[in-house]
């Protein structure tokens, strides 16, 4: 299950307990802290410690919102109606918007020589922090960055105008175009990356992931210029 549907029946679910537990004359003090405790054993199953701190402050931070800023009780919806608006469902598959460290891709021109010219995809662009350290990298290459949200496509493209931006499905567009294909996306759809690698990327073709490993995969090499997030670069054939 992919982390923002837990989050959100995490929270739904922890609001419908409080309303039970007020209708059976508990304390609100003592319903809160209980419902805040059952709200961490989701939590806690989750991989990374930001997804983590997310699930567990959504409740306490809706409730202190509700209760001391007198905020009408449709209010705490507000977020996820905005959570909606930048990540339509059909997205909650991929990786959540978290960008690019600007100097991650630093030597990777080296280390994956690619001539003038050369068309280079952002496989879910977001803002463009990852197009923009592409260029740093390969300032004469064609960059084009796919994201499926509408609205961050927009602004992605008004901050990355030395490239070009589509909004569009990375699983369902053809990478066999492409002489490079850079993605930060999740363990969990990593295999997908690799299948679809395997069938579009013709032999040359480059296949970069930052900080997490295709281990289906033999790379030919690994970056790690921001500490904590390594480069993997994998090219077709494949080992």
């Known amino acids: 299950m992919v982390w923002p549907l837990p989050a959100l029946l995490t929270w739904l679910t922890a609001w419908a307990l409080l309303l039970a537990l007020r209708a059976v004359g508990l304390p609100p003090a003592i319903a809160f802290v209980l419902v ?3 709200t961490a054993w989701p939590a806690w199953r989750l991989s990374h410690r930001w997804r983590r701190l997310i699930v567990l ?10 209760v001391q800023g007198g905020l009408p009780a449709w209010a705490w919806l507000a977020p996820l109606a905005l959570l909606l608006l930048l990540y339509p469902l059909r997205s909650w598959r991929d990786a959540p918007l978290f960008p690019t460290p600007a100097r991650a891709l630093d030597g990777l021109a080296t280390a994956a020589p690619l001539p003038a010219g ?13 197009l923009r350290a592409l260029h740093r990298a390969y300032p004469e290459v064609q960059l084009t960055g796919l994201e499926w949200s509408a609205p961050l496509a927009g602004l992605c493209r008004l901050r990355c105008r030395f490239a070009q931006v589509r909004r569009g499905d990375i699983w369902t567009e053809d990478w066999s175009g492409y002489q490079m294909v850079y993605l930060f996306q999740r363990p969990e759809s990593m295999p997908r990356a690799v299948a679809k690698a395997r069938r ?27 500490a904590g997030k390594p480069v993997w670069l994998y090219r077709a054939p494949w080992a």
């Open 36 to 38: 805040t405790l059952a």
């Open 57 to 66: 402050a959504g409740f306490p931070l809706s409730f202190l919102a509700l």
């Open 118 to 130: 050369a068309r280079v995809l952002e496989a879910g662009c977001g803002l463009g922090h990852g």
């Open 200 to 226: 579009e990327l013709k032999p040359g073709a480059w296949l970069v992931s930052l900080e997490f490993e295709a281990t289906e995969l033999s790379p030919v090499a690994r970056l790690e210029t921001v």
